[in-house]
């Protein structure tokens, strides 16, 4: 019987307790529609980090209405996250730059082993949903690809494994087409050989299946996403000795093309998408930047100002978003390209530079990702 009075005075006591959590204000004195529109404003990457202010806190913003109502009042905001790596030890980091105030946030560890190789990373992202992906790579200590896929989402500052790849590989393309997530050719166990191998990833089944093959194996990768077709080419290289190569996947049609002569002819740098437009950054010479025109297959030469050199050393990084280009030099400082057209027809920009803190001069870009947080 002493057992039972016992047992019912904890339930008791436990149901008083949730019920006093369940009817805590978010913020005392406020009701909680006002509560929960402060906590709607809070900047990333502080939103996650006050869940543990409170049980309400961690119950509101937690809830999967919360991210619906920041996407539907549009409070979530462009960050660079840039995939960085220390030039002396090749220890890998991420940290996030917010391009309004200039300032940075260093980002929780990637679960990946410790000895890998920064560059042989594919990423990418699906910027208005708040995530990053990781995929392959190669541990530098046994010189083996890897086959993991990595995704980070910024409204919680956590990573957590994904399904892996079906096949391991590393240096290779990747992009969002069309919200699925593609990873194209590379190098596999056979670190001599290149693959044709193609995969495509769902994140809302967490599944990857096969795809269509590359035509040909390609020597290195740039590729670029517009609208439904991913552009995959090797791009100029020192000594340009060789013609490039290239190919076009279509997703409705899951088939490859051979990239058109002039595409691929220009492509001579790094390339960014922007609203719908195909952008390359030369690098060589001054490092002048191009647009693509797909009605006559030909490039032609940005105006305005020209691109930082002085500030702005390889390698680079770059992403693009709301017209404006963001490239990432080693030390980490960024410069902000922004992109708009002239009365003429002519397409211009103009560019300042965010230089990165001094404890940065050490590291250097692999990838940069713009992502909504």
């Not at 119950?59 to 996407?71: M, S, V, Y």
């Not at 940075?104 to 990418?124: G, N, Y």
């Not at 990873?183 to 994140?203: F, H, K, L, Q, S």
Request: glycine share 8%.
């Amino acid at each position: 019987m002493e057992v039972s009075q016992s047992s019912t005075s904890l339930s008791s006591s436990q149901e008083t307790e949730n019920s006093g959590r369940n009817t805590q204000p978010l913020i005392p004195g406020l009701p909680d529609e006002i509560g929960e529109l402060c906590l709607l404003h809070v900047p990333y990457p502080y939103q996650a980090l006050v869940r543990s202010v409170s049980y309400s806190w961690n119950k509101a913003i937690t809830d999967p209405g919360f991210a619906l109502c920041k996407k539907s009042l549009s409070l979530s905001l462009p960050y660079l996250f840039v995939f960085s790596f220390h030039k002396p030890t090749a220890r890998i980091q991420w940290q996030a730059l917010d391009p309004r105030s200039g300032r940075w946030f260093v980002l929780p560890p990637m679960p990946c082993p410790k000895a890998v190789c920064p560059q042989a990373f594919a990423c990418t992202s699906l910027p208005r949903q708040g995530k990053l992906f990781v995929l392959g790579g190669m541990r530098s200590d046994t010189e083996t690809p890897m086959q993991s896929t990595i995704m980070y989402r910024a409204s919680t500052n956590q990573w957590r494994l994904a399904s892996p790849m079906l096949t391991p590989r590393s240096f290779f393309a990747s992009g969002n087409v069309n919200g699925k997530i593609m990873a194209v050719g590379g190098t596999g166990a056979n670190i001599n050989e290149t693959m044709t191998a193609v995969e495509c990833y769902d994140p809302e089944s967490d599944t990857w299946t096969t795809a269509a093959k590359l035509r040909m194996g390609l020597a290195r990768y740039d590729s670029a996403v517009m609208g439904s077709k991913m552009y995959v080419t090797e791009g100029w290289t020192w000594p340009f000795m060789f013609s490039p190569r290239g190919g076009v996947y279509d997703i409705n049609k899951d088939t490859w093309n051979l990239m058109s002569d002039g595409m691929k002819e220009g492509w001579t740098g790094i390339s960014i998408v922007l609203e719908g437009k195909l952008f390359v950054i030369s690098e060589h010479g001054d490092c002048p930047m191009k647009q693509y025109n797909p009605d006559d297959d030909t490039w032609r030469y940005v105006g305005g100002d020209k691109f930082p050199c002085e500030v702005m050393h390889r390698p680079f990084a770059v992403n693009g978003v709301e017209g404006k280009i963001y490239v990432v030099s080693s030390g980490l400082n960024v410069a902000i390209g922004r992109v708009y057209e002239e009365q003429n027809g002519g397409i211009s920009a103009e560019w300042k530079v965010l230089t990165a803190p001094t404890a940065f001069k050490d590291l250097a870009p692999s990838s940069c990702q713009v992502v909504y947080a």
